[in-house]
């Protein structure tokens, strides 16, 4: 901990609790924001836990080392000028919390997918919630940004707060409490997705809206991309829900538009070209191998959660949702069912290379991964699958047998093009084939027309989704 900034410069002290993807990226976003002198406007604290995976993470970040492998060189840039000029320093100590004026919590909310009504999720987030507020001072801000049920911020975590100050013999709401969902996108663009883009807030009363209002146009474009301020939190937390619920339930709908698409043989991406021109459907899906990451997978269920576990409405019940999130957990299965017909069945010995393995282009994180649960799924019908992610460095992952180079290319029987990282965008795919005539599967429009003219030239087959084989 940098005991020289605290006191000595009147620049507030802001602690991030959790430094994850979200967490870390958002602590380098803090603590590059400059006033109109260009000095620093916040010194900055990453708080972790104090487990190995935390000291790993806190270890990382204080050499300048930003803990996952992404494309966005600016964020380990600024990570590095922010840790050399002491602006932010990672630890595992929370004794940080109580000299901070702002505290902003961005760690995990999970929901278990077998058991949708078990609270021990929500228990150990308010856990973790109350911990911060028994060590918070008096006057601070407490900024939650973890995407939670409806709800929670004003039914739970606001009652408990007062408790606490209660307890701690503290003026009711002498902490100031917000909320504002993340909508940081890993990836090239990962640190401007933080600073360049609009934010939607809220807080338990005028003063905690204030607090929040001024913090965030500190960090963000505020002049480009104007906060927008909703009356209360639970509109903010259900904005973020529903949000990602609109994101999940359009994938699924495409999911079965490509399957009619490869039967009657029309190019779904023309077709949704064709309709993107229309303004009012600009945002339509793309096929692809299904929804992965934190947070399309789960973030849907968190609106029946509360209904049912903090407002009580037991009978209430989300057919679409639900339905959205069957299809996108079972679209990577539709592969398995394409490569059979493919081969007739008769895939027992056939090999099979993946390409990618992480949820998105880009990016290390593989969290429920479409790609893994092929494999996983696959390896049921096959031994012989391999693959390769250039940010994923793991020998072995949950089973997956890892291609540290592409030299599986020419042995395969299938290639699949899983996931749009830059590299393969790039690959010379013929190069690595050498005279292979394995099946290529191109799930996401990976390679261009003039790579499928030269593939087809080659008497290689290609099976697009949302367009069948070519
Ligand atoms: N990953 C994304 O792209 C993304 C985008 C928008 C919103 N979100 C939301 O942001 C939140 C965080 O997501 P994430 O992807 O960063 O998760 P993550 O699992 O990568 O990070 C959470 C971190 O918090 C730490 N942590 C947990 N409890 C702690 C405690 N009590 N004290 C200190 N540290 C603690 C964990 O060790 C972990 O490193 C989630 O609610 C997620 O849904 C994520």
């Not at 930003?66 to 100590?93: H, M, R, Y």
Request: proline share 3%; aromatic share 8%; charged share 30%.
């Amino acid at each position: 901990m940098n005991k020289n900034n605290i006191g000595l410069d009147k620049k507030e002290v802001v602690t991030v609790v959790g430094l994850g993807f979200v967490g870390s990226a958002m602590s380098v976003a803090i603590s590059t924001s400059k006033n109109n002198m260009g000095k620093n406007n916040f010194v900055v604290y990453g708080l972790e836990q104090k487990n190995k995976k935390g000291k790993e993470l806190v270890k990382e970040i204080n050499k300048g080392i930003f803990p996952f492998k992404n494309e966005d060189l600016s964020l380990e840039k600024n990570l590095k000028k922010s840790v050399l000029n002491k602006s932010f320093t990672a630890t595992t100590d929370n004794k940080i919390i109580n000299k901070s004026d702002i505290v902003v919590v961005d760690i995990e909310f999970n929901i278990d997918k077998k058991n949708k009504d078990s609270k021990q999720n929500l228990k150990k987030f308010i856990k973790s919630i109350s911990k911060i507020i028994f060590l918070m001072k008096k006057d601070s801000l407490l900024l939650i940004e973890t995407t939670i049920p409806p709800g929670v911020c004003e039914k739970i975590i606001h009652p408990e707060l007062n408790k606490i100050l209660k307890i701690r013999s503290m003026p009711k709401d002498s902490i100031s409490l917000s909320f504002s969902y993340e909508r940081v996108m890993p990836g090239i663009a990962y640190l401007d997705s933080i600073k360049n883009f609009w934010r939607v807030y809220s807080g338990i009363n005028k003063k905690s809206k204030l607090l929040c209002r001024k913090f965030l146009t500190k960090i963000i474009n505020t002049k480009k991309y104007p906060l927008k301020e909703l009356n209360k939190i639970t509109e903010v937390e259900t904005a973020k829900v529903l949000e990602n619920t609109y994101r999940a339930t359009n994938i699924a709908l495409i999911d079965e538009w490509s399957r009619f698409s490869e039967m009657i043989g029309v190019d779904l991406y023309d077709v949704i070209n064709s309709i993107k021109v229309r303004p009012t459907h600009n945002n339509i899906m793309y096929p692809g191998l299904g929804v992965g990451g934190y947070c399309l997978p789960k973030d849907p269920l968190l609106a029946e959660f509360s209904a049912r576990n903090i407002f009580n409405f037991k009978r209430i019940k989300f057919p679409i949702t639900n339905m959205a999130l069957d299809i996108n957990a079972k679209s990577p299965l539709e592969l398995i069912k394409i490569i059979k017909k493919f081969f007739k069945n008769k895939i027992k010995n056939k090999r099979i290379l993946v390409l990618g393995v992480s949820y998105k282009e880009d990016i290390s994180d593989f969290r429920n991964s479409p790609t893994i649960e092929f494999c996983e799924k696959f390896r049921k019908h096959i031994g012989n699958i391999f693959c390769h992610d250039p940010y994923i460095e793991y020998k072995k992952e949950r089973n997956i047998i890892f291609s540290p180079n592409l030299s599986q290319f020419k042995k395969s029987d299938v290639i699949v093009f899983a996931v749009k990282h830059n590299m393969y965008l790039k690959l010379n795919i013929i190069k690595y084939l050498r005279n292979s005539k394995a099946l290529i599967i191109d799930t996401s429009k990976i390679l261009n027309d003039s790579m499928k003219k030269k593939l087809k030239e080659k008497k290689i087959k290609i099976f697009s989704l949302g367009k069948g084989l070519n």
